[in-house]
């Protein structure tokens, strides 16, 4: 990969050394980096002025360091390459709202208007995200990423509060093929340190669902990291690695 010296040193700060890692592993057959140039304030800004909330610390300072992520890489199995592993996020521009219009069925897509609102109001703005509610209309959710489902950025209850303080109520949720929600994870950095424990492994996700991962998914994990299937054989919401409580 010819890659500058200061976006692989920033790389390797930001993915703890994935990228040697696959590189060494002997199952490993490709790997993929885009390089991405780090985002200009004037980028930031203009998008949490369109989009009338803030972005949190951490994922603000990711993008200052590199306007989004993609590292793909792949197995050979039998004579033949397979895709393996997706581990992107949006640049800031793709940081796109989730539309609330009826086109699932049409497009595709995911919308959250196919999602059940959850009538529970909860207007507290000390509300914590170690206990999370379902994801309704009165939320905002933007697109982090497309992997099996989608990874957003949920800011809770935001017409309650101003622009400010907006980042206080935001966290990481995934919402499944069958449009579901699932809470992943209050902060962007936890999701990131969980994406890159996983390996980026297409459908890692779901291990924190109460859906089973698919065969092919535990096939990768038995093959690139074992561990985490040793882990579910207990209860899910005692077994699961959260990479900050290592």
Not at 84 to 98: M, T
Not at 146 to 168: D, F, H, I, P, Q
């Amino acid at each position: 990969m010819n890659l500058s010296l200061n976006f692989s040193n920033a790389l390797a700060g930001i993915t703890l050394d994935l990228i040697p890692m696959l590189e060494n592993n002997s199952n490993v057959e490709i790997v993929q980096v885009v390089e991405k140039e780090p985002a200009d304030e004037a980028l930031l800004s203009a998008w949490e002025n369109a989009k009338n909330v803030a972005l949190p610390k951490d994922l603000k300072q990711f993008y200052r360091t590199m306007n989004g992520l993609v590292i793909n890489w792949s197995a050979k199995q039998c004579g033949t390459i397979i895709p393996v592993g997706d581990l992107k996020i949006n640049e800031i521009n793709c940081l796109s709202e989730l539309s609330l219009s009826n086109s699932f069925k049409s497009t595709g897509s995911f919308q959250l208007e196919d999602v059940d609102e959850d009538e529970d109001e909860c207007n507290s703005k000390s509300m914590k995200f170690q206990n999370p509610r379902k994801v309704t209309f009165k939320d905002k959710c933007f697109e982090i990423s497309s992997c099996e489902g989608k990874v957003c950025l949920v800011y809770k209850n935001v017409s309650t509060c101003c622009r400010m303080c907006s980042a206080e109520l935001s966290g990481i949720w995934f919402l499944d093929r069958s449009l579901r929600w699932h809470y992943l994870a209050s902060t962007f950095q936890q999701y990131l340190r969980m994406a890159i424990v996983h390996m980026g492994i297409k459908g890692w996700q779901y291990l924190f669902t109460d859906a089973q991962i698919s065969p092919e998914t535990k096939y990768w994990f038995s093959l690139f990291i074992p561990q985490r299937l040793q882990v579910t054989n207990d209860d899910k919401k005692e077994r699961i690695l959260i990479p900050d409580q290592q």
